[in-house]
């Protein structure tokens, strides 16, 4: 995956197509009701992004129609967890697990640590530096509980500036 570390402001800057394989890659951690897709059920994504929801993840919900998931007929997002300061997750991911949505999309070590305190049952994909390294899956071939993501520096590297 092709992920570009800014070490200057710490923020992690995603190629388009990387972020669609990431995430349409992840639909297979949904659980097997989502992947399913019932008839008339609406899916809920919950998203903890430090960042307004952009071009890229547009592209996201492109692929995601692609699969059979439209925003607005038989899928929801969670608008308000965008663009959101990491002293602001914790509570934003407390009230997505209580609106109990399908999966939590986070962005950053900060959001992945609210999302791990707020569930252990809701599925989370995550994306930050190093994935293992900071203790959010055991490892990246079998994370474990219910975290899996993407780590944007390679096993064993050291990325300088601050993940969130």
């Not at 659980?31 to 890229?56: N, S």
């Amino acid at each position: 995956m092709d992920q570009r570390h800014n070490p200057g402001d710490g923020r992690l800057t995603l190629r388009r197509r990387d972020l669609i394989a990431l995430f349409g890659g992840t639909m297979l951690a949904w659980p097997p009701a989502v992947r399913g897709q019932k008839p008339g059920r609406t899916y809920h994504i919950g998203a903890l992004p430090p960042v307004p929801r952009a071009a890229v993840h547009n592209a996201l919900y492109d692929e995601l129609s692609r699969l059979g998931f439209v925003e607005g007929q038989n899928l929801q997002t969670d608008r308000q967890g965008y663009g959101l300061r990491p002293e602001q997750f914790r509570q934003q991911a407390a009230e997505l697990a209580k609106a109990k949505v399908d999966v939590l999309v986070c962005v950053g070590a900060a959001a992945i640590r609210a999302a791990q305190q707020a569930t252990a049952t809701i599925p989370i994909l995550g994306i930050t530096d190093d994935m293992v390294g900071e203790g959010f899956v055991r490892s990246m071939a079998h994370p474990g509980g219910n975290t899996t993501g993407s780590a944007s520096s390679p096993p064993n590297s050291t990325v300088s500036g601050r993940n969130s």
